[in-house]
């Protein structure tokens, strides 16, 4: 790679790092698979670089790479092993909901099926609209409306459990 392109991807792999980091996060719910998600982006943007450094939307073809690598990792066998059960809140980013909340929602999200899981964190936490979430995950308006709302049904079903049987429900998945 040229100088000037090595120089323009390490100015723009800072400057997105910062919001790679929790959307990996909030996606895995683990800070070491989010780290590892965002480092896989990274190499994969760098390889594409000097074809795609003028692309009009850089910021959601990042995106769109960070999304597939999350759903092409769920289907390996090894992602349903956990190694650790702590939050790591530099990755996790500032939330304004209290710690326990915070964290029953992540133990919940952990739960949902991955593309369920997507579809709920891009419409809601980063406030995608349908088409957008459609092009990212790569289907129709009316499956991202329908993952939504299944994500969403399932989210609210585990958010309503006592916590003991969402813990021991997750435990028992590999989560």
Not at 47 to 63: Q, T
Not at 153 to 171: D, F, I, K, M, N
Request: proline share 5%.
């Amino acid at each position: 790679m040229r100088a000037d392109a090595e120089r323009d991807y390490v100015e723009y792999a800072r400057a997105c790092l910062n919001r790679l980091r929790p959307m990996a996060y909030i996606l895995s719910g683990d800070p070491h698979r989010a780290a590892d998600l965002v480092q896989e982006t990274l190499v994969k943007l760098y390889v594409k670089w000097p074809k795609i450094r003028g692309v009009e939307n850089l910021d959601g073809y990042v995106r769109q790479i960070l999304l597939r690598e999350f759903l092409q990792e769920q289907r390996r066998p090894w992602a349903r092993i956990r190694l650790t059960g702590t939050v790591a809140e530099s990755i996790a980013g500032t939330q304004p909901a209290p710690v326990e909340e915070r964290s029953e929602l992540v133990a919940a999200l952990r739960q949902v099926p991955a593309r369920q899981r997507s579809a709920v964190v891009l419409r809601f936490v980063y406030d995608l609209p349908v088409e957008e979430v459609a092009v990212l995950l790569g289907c129709g308006a009316g499956t991202v409306k329908s993952q939504t709302s299944r994500g969403l049904a399932t989210l609210r079903r585990l958010l309503e459990q006592p916590a003991v049987v969402r813990s021991s429900a997750g435990s028992a998945n590999g989560h």
